[in-house]
């Protein structure tokens, strides 16, 4: 089992440019949450899917949007990015029945210039 | 937002026991305590959940005050492997039949030789 994977690992992108990051989920989950985390900063929720729609939402502009795809994988797209946009961009996945843990992948890196 | 205050940082002797603090004073009947680890380079790790039981894994142990305003988690023997930013995180069911976590900013737990 993969767990859950994220692509890219790093990724430097300049200020007004868009952003898409890609999460695949751990074998058997359906739901996809992502996470914001700055430097020495916890992760900050910034939305959740299931079923292919956006089930909740955390304090975060509209420029960042998600979309879940039939087979659970998940993007993140940020448009006209912000020197603050820089940071850690986490992927947790778990099956929708369960709340005991979420399944936290890599992150992707990104750095806006 | 519930939230839970937790030390900045915490040394710890190898194989020693570790007692990580946790304070929730407006933790609602409802709400789980789960707790998190981070490791350099990695996305949160699953650590341990409870409700007001004291409750243990092959990782962790995790006490319960029986007022549930705070909750301590333990390790037994720390190891190097242990270092990491351990974060203490209240459940809150979301009215969309979820839940979503809210991670602060966690203690950072360094292991010494």
């Known amino acids: 089992d993969a767990g859950v994977t994220q692509s890219p690992t790093h990724l430097i992108k300049t200020r007004g440019q868009q952003v898409t990051l890609r999460c695949s989920p751990k074998s058997g989950h359906d739901t996809v949450s992502w996470y914001q985390q700055a430097l020495g900063q916890g992760p900050q929720f910034i939305f959740q899917?299931?079923?292919?729609?956006?089930?909740q939402r955390g304090n975060f502009p509209d420029r960042f949007s998600g979309h879940q795809y039939p087979n659970y994988s998940s993007e993140l797209n940020v448009n006209a990015l912000l020197l603050g946009d820089s940071a850690l961009y986490l992927c947790?996945?778990?099956?929708?029945?369960?709340?005991?843990?979420?399944?936290f992948g890599p992150g992707t890196r990104l750095t806006v210039l | 937002d519930a939230k839970t205050t937790q030390p900045n940082s915490m040394e710890s002797n190898e194989e020693e026991p570790v007692h990580l603090p946790c304070n929730h004073s407006t933790i609602s009947g409802t709400d789980y305590i789960h707790w998190y680890r981070q490791l350099p380079s990695q996305g949160p790790e699953y650590v341990i959940h409870g409700l007001t039981s004291n409750v243990n894994n092959r990782m962790a142990s995790l006490a319960i005050a029986e007022d549930r305003k705070s909750s301590t988690l333990i390790l037994h023997r720390a190891t190097l492997r242990d270092a990491a930013v351990y974060y203490c995180i209240l459940r809150v069911p979301s009215g969309a039949g979820s839940y979503q976590l809210t991670f602060g900013k966690g203690t950072k737990l360094s292991v010494i030789p």
């Open positions: 899917y299931y079923e292919e729609e956006e089930r």
């Open positions: 947790a996945s778990r099956r929708d029945t369960t709340y005991n843990e979420q399944f």
